[in-house]
C-alpha cells in the first residue's frame, strides 16, 4: 500500500466512524475554549468539564476573572491540577486580553502563543475549534497514533504536526484531529491496546510494536 492509499484509508475509516465528532471541551466563546485548553494540560477533559462551569459562573469573560484574585482562581480549579501555574496564567492572559485587544482573543497563533501559559498546542486548537482555521494540534493520543500507524516517526510532537500537515489535506486538518483523537481514546489507547480492535494499526501499521 502507498503511504497515498493509507492516509486515505485512514481518512475514511475515521469519517465513517466519526462523522461528526464533537469538540471535546464545553465552552461558548473563544475565551472560554482557551482557557478551558489551558486547564486540560495534564488533566482529562472530563475532569476539565466538571470544573469550568463552576468556573464560568463566576467569571466567563476576561473583565470578570480579573475581578477575582489569583488565589481565588486557584481555589476553583485545583481539581485539574497544576493549579498555581494555571491560575497565574488564567489571571495573566485575561489582564492581557483586556490591556491589549479590548477583552478579545486574538484569531492570531503567534499573538495567542504570547499568551502567559499558551503554549502551540493550546494556541492550535483555539485556532481550529474557535475560529475554524485550519490547523492540527497534536496532543498525546495523534502523537501515539501516528507512530503506531507508521505516518510518522514519533521523534517529537513538532515533527509529527509536520507529517500530519504534510499527509493530510487541509481542508480535512481541523475535522481529523478531532477524529484521531477519538480513535485514539476508543480503538488505540496508550494502555490496555487491543491490536485485533485496532483495524487502522491492523491494516497500515508498525509491525512489532509493543
Given at each position: ?39 486540560s494540560a495534564q ?30 482562581i486557584r481555589e476553583?480549579?485545583k481539581p485539574v ?130
Amino acid at each position: 500500500m502507498t503511504k497515498k492509499e493509507k492516509v486515505q484509508l485512514v481518512i475514511d475509516t475515521l469519517e465513517a466512524l466519526y462523522p461528526l465528532p464533537p469538540i471535546p471541551l464545553k465552552h461558548k466563546d473563544p475565551y472560554t475554549l482557551l482557557i478551558a485548553v489551558l486547564l486540560s494540560a495534564q488533566s482529562t477533559d472530563a475532569r476539565v468539564n466538571l470544573i469550568t462551569p463552576v468556573l464560568f459562573e463566576q467569571a466567563d469573560n476576561p473583565y470578570d476573572m480579573v475581578k477575582l484574585s489569583i488565589e481565588e482562581i486557584r481555589e476553583i480549579i485545583k481539581p485539574v491540577g497544576l493549579s498555581p501555574m494555571k491560575s497565574k496564567g488564567i489571571y495573566g492572559l485575561s489582564k492581557i486580553l483586556i490591556d491589549k485587544y479590548n477583552g478579545e482573543v486574538p484569531a492570531q497563533i503567534e499573538l495567542l502563543e504570547e499568551l502567559p501559559s499558551v503554549g502551540h498546542k493550546t494556541a492550535s486548537v483555539v485556532m481550529s475549534q474557535a475560529f475554524g482555521i485550519p490547523s492540527f494540534p497534536v496532543d498525546t493520543h495523534i502523537h501515539r497514533l501516528m507512530y503506531r500507524w507508521n505516518l510518522s516517526s514519533g521523534k517529537n510532537v513538532v515533527q509529527t504536526e509536520k507529517d500530519a500537515k504534510r499527509l493530510f489535506p487541509k481542508e480535512l486538518w481541523n475535522k481529523l484531529h478531532l477524529q484521531i483523537i477519538y480513535y485514539g481514546r476508543e480503538h488505540s489507547p496508550a494502555r490496555g491496546w487491543n491490536r485485533e480492535k485496532d483495524v487502522i494499526y491492523n491494516k497500515i501499521g508498525r509491525k512489532n510494536l509493543k
